[in-house]
């Protein structure tokens, strides 16, 4: 307990696309390759994901329902280094406490998979087996059926699926090695194989945001050697246009962020170019050195803080700007 209030800020579960974020992030902490996602109006009445991570040990998945537990760090100097999505340990305890869960796993070494189920806050059973091949399904039911008020603040079922796949296509472009298929009412939304080469990721960025963007990018990938800063990615060009920003994708170390130190940089970068007044579109990584940058600023929020913020500033600038003016007709 003394750990878990040190970690503190108790996340809330507001709407389905928070929970798909959530047991998507347990999954890769998993070390899952292939993620399979079914839901059911816009999520609220079913979730169901299956991967083929590493799985949960039977006398584990009690404990991975309760609060402040997590197999992901054990002190505080874990803390520190954390490279887990999750560490808090309150993820499934949030959403089992407001929906009707089943958790079923098997690990490698188990010979048959284990299942348990939870009402509301109400552990409705004993562990039971359960078929299930090495991994993880979790099945979260009735959203909010226990808590009325909550349910009230949700919106269509369209308007709630939007939410949640933005997760999924977050998570999708975080992780190019990662199988991922979202249906939704039983239609495939999207089907995503393992992307290793270039052509197969950009392939992956056309089906899941735009086959537009991706034919008026131009692709990046610069080292800084001495910073050991890395930018990759693709930039669009200003054949490519659109009023809104939706197409700005930028993630730290696997992390999409938002960051006014990272925004600043884009949006000079094409404005001094030829993006007069337009917005810049983008998908990047950088890469950095983790103890340059804290990532858990807060668990929802996408926030970081850089520990060298001009560096940071000018790398972004200059790499990008220097693609930008490169291809100026
Ligand atoms: P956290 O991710 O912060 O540890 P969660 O509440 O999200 O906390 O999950 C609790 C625990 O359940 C995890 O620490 C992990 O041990 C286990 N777990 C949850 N989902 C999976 C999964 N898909 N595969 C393997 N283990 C899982
Ligand atoms: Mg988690």
Redesign the pocket.
């Known amino acids: 307990p003394r750990l878990a209030n040190q970690i503190a800020a108790g996340e809330v579960v507001e709407r389905p696309a928070s929970v798909v974020k959530?047991?998507l992030?347990?999954?890769l902490?998993?070390g899952?390759s292939r993620i399979e996602l079914d839901v059911e109006q816009g999520g609220v009445k079913l979730i169901r994901?299956r991967?083929d991570?590493?799985?949960?040990e039977k006398d584990?998945l009690p404990?991975?329902?309760s609060r402040h537990?997590?197999?992901?760090i054990r002190n505080l100097d874990d803390l520190e280094a954390v490279q887990?999505?999750?560490?808090?340990?309150?993820?499934?305890?949030?959403?089992s406490s407001v929906s009707r869960l089943m958790?079923t796993?098997r690990t490698a070494d188990q010979d048959a998979g284990w299942q348990v189920q939870t009402e509301g806050r109400d552990m409705t059973a004993e562990v039971a087996p359960a078929a299930h091949p090495q991994?993880?399904t979790?099945e979260v039911r009735d959203l909010f059926f226990n808590t009325p008020a909550r349910r009230k603040f949700l919106k269509t079922e369209k308007t709630e699926f939007k939410h949640l796949e933005e997760v999924v296509k977050r998570m999708a472009l975080s992780r190019f090695d990662v199988g991922f298929t979202l249906r939704h009412n039983q239609k495939v939304i999207h089907q995503l194989r393992p992307a290793d080469t270039d052509a197969e990721q950009e392939r992956r960025i056309a089906s899941l945001l735009s086959p537009a963007f991706i034919e008026n990018a131009m692709k990046v990938d610069v080292c800084a050697e001495a910073s050991g800063l890395r930018l990759w990615g693709w930039v669009g060009l200003p054949t490519f246009s659109r009023s809104q920003a939706d197409l700005q994708y930028f993630f730290v170390n696997g992390r999409i962020i938002r960051d006014k130190v990272v925004a600043h940089a884009l949006r000079q970068a094409y404005q001094d170019v030829l993006y007069h007044g337009r917005h810049p579109a983008y998908v990047l990584y950088m890469e950095l050195d983790p103890k340059l940058v804290d990532v858990n600023v807060h668990p929802t929020k996408h926030e970081v803080r850089f520990r060298e913020t001009r560096l940071v500033h000018d790398f972004i600038f200059r790499t990008t700007h220097r693609v930008i003016a490169d291809i100026r007709p």
């Open positions: 959530e047991i992030e347990n999954s902490d998993a899952a994901l991967d991570g590493q799985g949960i584990d404990l991975a329902l537990a997590t197999s992901k887990s999505l999750g560490f808090r340990g309150e993820a499934l305890a949030s959403v958790l796993s991994g993880s979790v």
